[in-house]
């Protein structure tokens, strides 16, 4: 790779206005712009994958919440996995395999310190932004520090064929839990029992959830990885046993409201000592090594299963998170960009 | 104290029917009926002091909690400080003031082994049914295992001049933590200010509550000890700092409610990373004897304050209970029996 292989621009999304409901394309401008240059420690990343997550609704929002919104006019969100083209950073040279540069863009320049880079011989370098990277991490941590299931517990997942509710169902199977997950249409919910293991799945699009519920979850639900919110969450809720916890990592369902709906009566929460909590992966920077360390083997073994929901060319990115929000991906939603 | 003494009936209230809203008196049939006699390892009472307190209500509902209902027909159940009359039991013997008994009756029959002498020099008797009993073991049990008030934070107290959460807050500013009562009338808000040392207190009758929190905690709320539930639950939440701690002591606003309220959106659970942690102070039995080695001296030497509510006779004891729930005792509320 020489300099001469470098365009003189690159392609960016920007936010154009902040969508107060749905999200539609025209929220994004796509953009030529000049090629920026890395500086001191920094290097230059060419796009291979761009990581799609539902938390970038978030970002897309200037109400209150734990990351800053992206300013309008800004460049969207967004994790990548990229090649490194220039490095002023000792760790990197010229054609190394990198996660961690943000922004959705096809060429991004970003700080080599907070950047992880891909061993030759790792796992391929997408699952770095599913089931090894941020996905993968956030099933962990919640399952770790909130979670905690045990042996003969009863565990429910939502968005349980998703990059994140995947992985948290199988750490459950792990560790001995009897794991039912919640996701929409047949071709997901057979994945989920037949590929996953999990032991029971509920079409919620299909079938009454609270019945479905009453019928797999006979002894009650001990943990609720929460991925969804809306009515999901009531009916899980009005089923959590004594000394329950709930694992609050996303309310997706519930992200394009313009108003807050109710939650559920808390008085549940007294009576049966239920623990709520929520959990922002970044929060706890450690448990991304950790996780990469004690998955990748399992990734590369096969004992860990994932699936990735694959969309040609950047400039389909919008369309992506669009799709994401309204649970039309199946599995680890990833933009193929070079 | 000789066998003479002991009468050859008592008086009980016993559960008439399963009231669906408020309580009123008629709920409960005060009976005279047969002097029980204990049984091998147990012990006879004669009640001195019966605890009223909000929890109560849920003995009298069938709905499925943590504790069984009172059976229609069955004693009401109550903790008691009693003098010992008669004693099968090796640690105790006639004319020990004991605290553990329950029952809302004149006389009860216990097992030794669930009892503890209250020692002559110790504390008041009925500081065991308050500051140094349950009540005062669910403030350091619920601040202790959840709320955690740090040097700095700010800590909101609901039932704030009531025999939890005086303690809760007290607890709260020995931790160096700012601290907010929530209180209703002018009088308990003194009270809370003045004798318990608050840094302010909150009027619900008076004042918005909303505004009033803008006000007095302008850097958001860290830990909220909630004990009251309804609106005021909902102004508190949605202040909740990142990283907050909501200990779910009670909601006794609610306990009169045929159908559960909308409580809050969950959502900020997610973004703020809340805990919101459900407790019952029987799941952790060794938490009473720790709070009594704590805090006697505490209570002896004067530097935590408490305020008891008597209402004279055992026949008042039904009203005692309509009176918690509507807010209208000012402290521990404690029936003087004999």
Known sequence: MT???IPATRR?????????????????????????TPGPGEVLTRTLWLSIDPY???????AKSYAEPVPIGGVMEGETVGEVLLSNHPRFAPGDVVVGPRGWTTHLTAPGDMLYKIPPDGAPP??????????????YSGMTDIGQPKAGETVVISAAAGAVGSVAGQLA???????????????????????????????????????????????GIDVYFENVGGDIQHQVFRRLNPFGRMVMCGMVAEYNDPEPRPGPNLMRVVRNRLRIQGLIVSDKPERFGEWRRLATPWVKEGSLK???????????????????LAGRNFGKLLVRVA
Do not use: H, W
Request: with cysteine.
């Open 56 to 62: 970038m609704r978030g970002r897309l929002s200037d």
């Open 126 to 139: 997408s699952t770095y932004l599913g089931v090894l990277g941020m996905p993968g991490t956030t099933a």
């Open 173 to 219: 199977k792990r560790a001995g839990a009897r794991v039912i997950g919640i996701a929409g249409g047949a071709e997901k919910c057979l994945y989920i029992q037949d590929t996953l293991g999990f032991d029971g799945a509920i079409d919620y699009r299909a079938v009454d959830v609270g019945a479905a519920l009453d019928e797999l979850c006979p002894n």
């Open 306 to 324: 994932y699936r990735e929901d694959v969309i040609d060319g950047f400039e389909n990115a919008p369309q992506a998170l669009i799709d994401i």
């Open 12 to 36: 960016a999304f920007r936010l154009r206005y902040r969508p107060k409901g749905a999200v539609t394309p025209d929220v994004f401008d796509l953009v030529e712009e000049p090629m920026p």
């Open 3 to 5: 300099m001469s292989a």
